[in-house]
């Protein structure tokens, strides 16, 4: 596995030259929480569509 200077570096120059700031940083908070649902997810700390679904209802009220 690669360490994260070299993830982060790889993310970086795979964006367009023109890219902003702000989207650099999209891009690195994206590919973050993917690694860490991957994770979570490996690690069996899920919910089913029906706990969540229950959750974001209980967030609109």
């Known amino acids: 596995m690669s360490s994260a200077k070299e993830q982060m570096t790889r993310i970086i ?3 367009p030259d023109d890219s902003s700031y702000d989207e650099i940083l999209r891009e ?3 590919a973050r929480m ?6 979570d997810s490996k690690e069996n700390r ?9 959750r974001i209802k209980t967030w609109q009220k």
Do not use: D, P
Not at 34 to 39: C, F, I, Y
Not at 46 to 54: A, D, L, V
């Open 13 to 15: 120059q795979q964006q």
């Open 28 to 30: 690195l908070a994206f």
């Open 34 to 39: 993917v690694e860490r649902g991957l994770k």
């Open 46 to 54: 899920k919910i089913s569509n029906e706990e969540m679904q229950h």
